[in-house]
């Protein structure tokens, strides 16, 4: 494995990501799917996502496009600071 190839390879993102206030919860399914629920609206957000590297490009279902990055463990999504939610946590 090469330094340059370490840059392309995606990261794992799968699981629950929550902001510190837990209103917005954002779900990263293995099979690419996404499912964001903002406070009590469940699903607000569905769709696909990509990951390279630790970028991730998002594909609402609607169409709308938006962008994340994932440094130091923290998914930084658009204008939202996620952060991975641990089992029993």
């Known amino acids: 494995m090469t330094a340059d ?3 392309t390879e995606p ?3 799968t699981g629950m990501w929550v902001t510190a206030d837990g209103h917005i919860r954002q779900e990263l399914r293995a099979d690419g799917r996404y499912d964001e629920a903002r406070g ?4 607000a ?3 696909r996502y990509a ?3 630790s970028h991730i490009d998002y594909v609402d ?3 709308f496009t938006a962008t994340g990055d994932v440094r130091d463990g923290v998914l930084h999504h658009e ?3 996620l ?3 641990r089992p029993g946590g």
């Open 51 to 53: 990951v390279t590297g």
């Open 5 to 7: 190839s370490t840059e």
């Open 61 to 63: 279902d609607t169409g």
């Open 83 to 85: 952060y991975r939610e």
């Open 11 to 13: 990261i794992d993102v």
């Open 45 to 47: 957000y569905t769709g």
């Open 79 to 81: 204008h939202l600071v």
């Open 40 to 43: 009590r609206r469940a699903h």
